[in-house]
């Protein structure tokens, strides 16, 4: 099965930058839809948005604007560039494969990643 491993997350000041990174097991990275999620303390997780495998992102409504999703299936490699960061982006970010379904993006690999941990604080 494939596996996520997430990296890039930190502890930066708000309005600050950073670029979250998910690398992919296996051969097959360039078929998967994929999609970011994140989970801060104390709530369920999230969708932040997803990526078809040609490099279409659709982002959910809170995400617009600032957080943007890419992908290099030459590196097996998903990524999230997040800008002008706010506390209460702190959270958890973990990276899934999935499928659309009625115009909405489910991951659909039972192993999740150990996530990366980004904290926004002055």
């Known amino acids: 099965q494939v596996q996520f491993v997430e990296s890039g997350g930190d502890m930066v000041q708000p309005g600050g930058s950073l670029r979250l990174s998910c690398v992919a097991s296996g051969s097959s990275f360039s078929i998967y839809t994929m999609g970011w999620y994140r989970q801060a303390p104390g709530k369920q997780r999230e969708l932040v948005g997803s990526?078809?495998?040609?490099?279409?992102?659709i982002y959910e409504d809170s995400f617009k604007g600032r957080f943007t999703i890419s992908r290099d299936n030459a590196k097996n490699t998903l990524y999230l560039q997040m800008n002008s960061l706010k506390p209460e982006d702190t959270a958890v970010y973990y990276c899934n494969a999935g499928r659309y379904s009625s115009g909405r993006f489910f991951s659909t690999v039972n192993s999740w990643g150990q996530g990366t941990q980004v904290t926004v604080s002055s």
């Open positions: 990526i078809t495998p040609y490099g279409t992102p």
